[in-house]
Nanobody, 115 residues
Framework: HVQLVESGGGLVQAGGSLRLSCAAS????????MGWFRQAPGKGRELVAG???????NYADSVKGRFTISRDNAKNTVYLQMNSLKPEDTAVYYC?????????WGQGTQVTVSS
């Protein structure tokens, strides 16, 4: 079992930046997938950015060129750098990780972008 703890959410004006962090513990050595999802009010949960071992990263079209996912293997931590934030990026952001899929979830962190 993998535990995930997120941090870094908050309130920012449009055009600003935030960096989210997600620290993994437990059986973190077995993680092959780590990613960030988000869920806005009244909408479903969507994959924002994903990292997989031995493969390239992938992004939702809506965040390409603005968000960057990265992983510090030594710290078992994945980051989401979010630049040029827009009001439509407002959501609860969840970190997810797993061996074969995203089956471990963090508690979520709120990101609010004001116009």
């Amino acid at each position: 079992h993998v535990q995930l703890v997120e941090s870094g959410g908050g309130l920012v004006q449009a055009g600003g930046s935030l960096r989210l962090s997600c620290a993994a513990s437990g059986h973190s050595f077995s993680i092959n997938y780590m990613g960030w999802f988000r869920q806005a009010p009244g909408k479903g949960r969507e994959l924002v950015a994903g990292w997989s071992r031995g493969s390239s990263t992938n992004y939702a079209d809506s965040v390409k060129g603005r968000f960057t996912i990265s992983r510090d293997n030594a710290k078992n931590t994945v980051y989401l750098q979010m630049n040029s934030l827009k009001p439509e990026d407002t959501a609860v952001y969840y970190c997810a990780a797993g061996r074969a899929s995203y089956n471990n979830w963090g508690q979520g962190t709120q990101v609010t972008v004001s116009s």
